[in-house]
């Protein structure tokens, strides 16, 4: 069983008493689904509410093992590569067609031109928008509420409009990177939290492209200087053994404790 780490976090086997934030690694594969994992997913609860950070490929078979078909609350999504956000398209199918509803709408907090982009994933263009199974909001930088959860959205470095989110709830706090080169904001958001999930997509090596991804020593480097309780290291491509990740993690200057990212690992902070 995986460390559970962070200030005020324990094992979930540990009793029964509801912590403040549960966080389940649903997926934490980098760029497409690997043998052992989905692509990025993660499921935030607190006061019987449930919030996904991000919904990428092939997540929506492994979210069923942790909670029921039709119990997500809401949606935020770091940004629109597919390996972040195309199971929305099969939730759609769920949540519109199932002979159990209909359900309401599920809030999609999301980059800008999100309805679109997954509509044109979905592909059937005959068929009610996904707007029949989401209510879409747009991000921007700054904080908002979803159910339990205070949510601070901060711009990252990559590519496309990319955003890390910071949730808190209870006086326990979990920041999320999404994907990102070296970021200055990242440290902001992750200031003084119990738990950072830090996407360490790249080895060590020379060369790398820069405002993309970054290695576990660059994880581990933002994890010291926001002061986190613990570090997570996901995001993690199949085509790269994660010992490696976890190896060059160590030379990142972070004196907390740090692991691999594992569907279905459990972490309970409270």
Request: proline share 9%.
């Amino acid at each position: 069983m995986p460390h559970r780490p962070g200030r005020g976090a324990r094992n979930a086997e540990q009793g029964d008493e509801e912590a403040a934030v549960r966080l389940t690694i649903v997926g934490c594969s980098g760029s497409f689904p690997g043998p052992d994992s989905p692509a990025s997913c993660y499921l935030l609860e607190a006061e019987g509410f449930r919030m996904l950070l991000d919904f990428g490929s092939g997540a929506l078979g492994a979210l069923q093992r942790h909670i029921g078909l039709y119990d997500v609350d809401a949606i935020c999504l770091s940004h629109l590569h597919a390996d972040h956000c195309l199971d929305i398209c099969p939730y759609h199918v769920v949540r519109t067609y199932s002979p159990h509803g209909p359900f309401p709408r599920v809030p999609v907090h999301a980059p800008a031109g999100a309805p679109g982009r997954l509509a044109a994933a979905y592909g059937m263009p005959g068929e009610p928008g996904l707007e029949t199974a989401f209510a879409f909001s747009e991000l921007t930088p700054g904080v908002f509420e979803v159910g339990p959860f205070e949510v601070t959205a901060a711009p990252m470095n990559h590519p496309v409009e990319t955003y890390g989110f910071r949730v808190s709830c209870g006086g326990r706090s979990v920041a999320y990177s999404g994907d990102t080169g070296e970021s200055a904001e990242l440290v902001k958001l992750a200031a003084g939290a119990d738990l950072l999930l830090c996407e360490a997509s790249f080895l060590e090596g020379p060369d790398l492209p820069p405002d993309l991804h970054l290695t576990g020593r660059q994880a581990a480097e933002h994890a010291a200087k926001a002061g986190v309780g613990g570090l997570v290291l996901t995001h993690l491509v199949p085509w790269y053994d994660p010992e490696r990740v976890a190896e060059d993690a160590t030379r990142g200057g972070f004196g907390g404790r740090t692991e691999l990212a594992r569907s279905g690992a459990v972490y309970d902070l409270g």
